[in-house]
C-alpha cells in the first residue's frame, strides 16, 4: 500500500480517537478549567492561542520529525534493527513529551500521555522507516496538532470567546 494512502487512513483514525476522546470532557471525567489554568500558565490565552496554535500546527511537527526521524531514528536504523530502531525513538519520542505536557497539566495524566506519545512516535516512525521521508510523518503529525488545538479551543475557557 502506499504512504500516501496509509497516512490517509492512520489521519482519519487519529482524528475520530482524538474527537471520540473529547468524550471524557462532557461526563466531568476532565475539567475544562484544568486546561484553561495549564495553558494560561505558559502565556497561552485567549489573545495568544492563534499565535500558540499556528506554532503548534506548523513549526512544532516540522522541527519534531525532523529531530525524532531524520536525526535519531536514521542514527538508529543502521546500528539495530529496523523494528527495535522505531521502538526506541518512539519511547524516546514518548518520554519526552510528559516532560513538556507536565508543565501544563497535572501529574496524573503523564501516564496517559507517555502512551499516546509512544503510539503517535510508533506512527510517525513507520511512516519515515517507508520511505524515508519527513513528508508523511510531518503531514500526520500536523493532523494531530490540529485536532488536540480545536479540541483544546473548544473546551478550554479561557480560548473560547
Do not use: C, Q
Request: charged share 10%; hydrophobic share 55%.
Amino acid at each position: 500500500m502506499k504512504p500516501a494512502l496509509i497516512t490517509l487512513g492512520i489521519s482519519a483514525l487519529v482524528t475520530t480517537a482524538l474527537w471520540l476522546s473529547t468524550f471524557l470532557f462532557r461526563p466531568g471525567l476532565i475539567d475544562p478549567r484544568t486546561i484553561s489554568d495549564g495553558l494560561e500558565s505558559i502565556g497561552m490565552s485567549r489573545d495568544r492561542f492563534w499565535f500558540s496554535a499556528a506554532y503548534l500546527i506548523v513549526v512544532n511537527p516540522f522541527a519534531e520529525e525532523f529531530f525524532w526521524r531524520r536525526a535519531v531514528l536514521s542514527v538508529l536504523m543502521p546500528r539495530m534493527n529496523p523494528r527495535n530502531a522505531v521502538a526506541l525513538s518512539s519511547a524516546l519520542f514518548a518520554a519526552y513529551h510528559p516532560i513538556i505536557v507536565g508543565m501544563i497539566f497535572p501529574a496524573l495524566w503523564l501516564p496517559a500521555v507517555f502512551v499516546a506519545a509512544y503510539i503517535g512516535g510508533f506512527l510517525f516512525a513507520y511512516l519515515y522507516s517507508l520511505r524515508r521521508s519527513l513528508v508523511f510523518p510531518v503531514a500526520l503529525h500536523i493532523v494531530v496538532n490540529l485536532n488536540l488545538m480545536l479540541i483544546g479551543y473548544l473546551y478550554s475557557p479561557s480560548s473560547t470567546p
